[in-house]
């Protein structure tokens, strides 16, 4: 079975300052990883994902997130918060044909002036 | 590309009756669509799978004649919330996959927030 795990519900920083996401996953079989961005009363966006290519994968806005195996992390990083980052951000795990969708709990990004 | 739409945004309806949400993909064919439901301050759950000319796979414990779903065409999906109660409010995502696109992965509507008075 798949499923994620995001470690923080909320996740508050300074404007400039870089920002940690965490996420792990429970996978059967080798992953494909999904970080998407939902504001407020808005749809989701997708960030970045891997399938299995290069470990480390850059997004847009300038997030990227490094899949690490032996960690089973998809953590999602960016070197300097701007306001407009503020958000919710999930992290998905697909299941092997792409059919099924496991959402984690999500994490509040708070963007600090 | 790949935009998915949703209709309506928004829609307050009083308890008992029903109500239709469409799921278009405006751009690329989608043989499969997804109907996700998030309560507030909650994860996506999954809810439907809805395949193009058959019928719907439902996730378990959503009820199938509480919440029909038709994939009419490659473009169009539709959820009608049957009866709707004070606690079908939620906020409702459609997702839909271009088959075309490398992994396949999935695309989400806008959202369509339902309040039942």
């Known amino acids: 079975a798949q499923s994620v795990t995001q470690l923080d519900s909320h996740v508050s920083v300074s404007e400039g300052t870089p920002v940690l996401l965490r996420c792990n996953y429970s996978s059967s079989y080798s992953p494909s990883l999904f970080w998407y961005v939902q504001h407020p009363n808005k749809g989701l966006q997708l960030l970045l994902k891997y399938t299995s290519a290069a470990t480390l994968v850059k997004g847009i806005n300038g997030f990227e997130a490094e899949f690490k195996k032996s960690e089973t992390s998809f953590h999602l990083t960016k070197p300097s918060a701007h306001m407009s980052d503020a958000a919710e951000y999930f992290c998905v795990v697909s299941d092997r044909n792409f059919n099924k969708f496991y959402f984690g709990s999500g994490t509040k990004l708070n963007v600090k002036p | 590309g790949a935009v998915v739409s949703q209709h309506p945004s928004r829609v307050i309806c009083k308890s008992g009756t029903s109500v239709k949400i469409e799921c278009r993909s405006l751009d690329f064919q989608a043989t499969t669509m997804f109907w996700y439901r998030q309560f507030p301050k909650k994860s996506l759950m999954l809810m439907a799978t809805s395949n193009e000319g058959s019928k719907a796979t439902y996730e378990q414990g959503v009820e199938k004649d509480k919440f029909l779903i038709n994939h009419a065409s490659l473009t169009l999906s539709t959820l009608t919330v049957t009866s709707a109660h004070p606690e079908d409010s939620s906020f409702y995502i459609c997702?839909?996959?271009?088959?075309?696109?490398?992994?396949?992965?999935?695309?989400f509507g806008p959202g369509t927030r339902l309040t039942v008075l």
């Open positions: 997702s839909a996959r271009d088959r075309s696109v490398p992994y396949n992965e999935q695309f």
